[in-house]
T-cell receptor, first 113, second 117 residues
Framework: KNEVEQSPQNLTAQEGEFITINCSYS?????LHWLQQHPGGGIVSLFM???GKKKHGRLIATINIQEKHSSLHITASHPRDSAVYIC???????????????FGTGTLLAVQP | GAGVSQSPSNKVTEKGKDVELRCDPI?????LYWYRQSLGQGLEFLIY????????KSGLPSDRFSAERTGGSVSTLTIQRTQQEDSAVYLC???????????????FGQGTRLTVV
């Protein structure tokens, strides 16, 4: 079992729909990242959060530390939102020990006009 | 530059040759990461540098892989005697250390697409 699981793996939506992508993890973390990767493109960091909720434009990210779960929401989705969305957790920092990211396998989102 | 810069953007090499991939992190970022993404696979951690601390090499897949970070800035990932399974996009990211000792948001480079033929 992967330490970071995302669902769904693939998602097709119609323009304007509200979208939710879920991420569950099994390790202790210091932070969780949501990343966006366009086809053939680089990776852009959308959010880094360790508690509560963050909002940026039409994107909202929430995290529940007790349940080890995070969600990424996209409101009023648009075809330009089509991309792979990746959840990554930062393993708990331990006074100089590793601070690496552990990645989920990603959710491929296609928003149709 | 303002972002993380990687070079080359594309590299095609013959099996058995050595390759060097370069990463220029954002100026002032003390943390630097190398990841790779094989075709159809998720991102895989390779190595992590933080300031002058010993790097975390736990993700390097074999002893053919090594990385250096000179002067706490530029990093070079070297793959010796390349194999076809080394073909992947190699991504570099950098971040700052926050006041609690953890790393802040990571900024990614565009990656180097390595093809071993």
């Amino acid at each position: 079992k992967n330490e970071v699981e995302q669902s769904p793996q693939n998602l097709t939506a119609q323009e304007g729909e509200f979208i939710t992508i879920n991420c569950s993890y099994s390790v202790g973390i210091s932070a969780l990242h949501w990343l966006q990767q366009h086809p053939g493109g680089g990776i852009v960091s959308l959010f880094m959060l360790s508690s509560g909720k963050k909002k940026h434009g039409r994107l909202i990210a929430t995290i529940n530390i007790q349940e080890k779960h995070s969600s990424l929401h996209i409101t009023a989705s648009h075809p330009r939102d089509s991309a792979v969305y990746i959840c990554a957790v930062r393993s708990k920092w331990d006074g100089g020990a590793t601070n690496k990211l552990i990645f989920g396998t990603g959710t491929l989102l296609a928003v149709q006009p | 530059g303002a972002g993380v810069s990687q070079s080359p953007s594309n590299k095609v090499t013959e099996k058995g040759k050595d390759v060097e991939l370069r990463c220029d992190p954002i100026s002032g970022h003390t943390a630097l990461y190398w990841y790779r993404q094989s075709l159809g696979q998720g991102l895989e951690f390779l190595i992590y540098f933080q300031g002058n601390s010993a790097p975390d090499k736990s993700g390097l897949p074999s002893d053919r892989f090594s990385a250096e970070r000179t002067g706490g800035s530029v990093s070079t990932l070297t793959i010796q005697r390349t194999q076809q399974e080394d073909s992947a996009v190699y991504l570099c990211a950098s971040s700052l250390r926050d006041k609690y000792g953890g790393d802040t948001e990571a900024f990614f480079g565009q990656g180097t697409r390595l093809t071993v033929v």
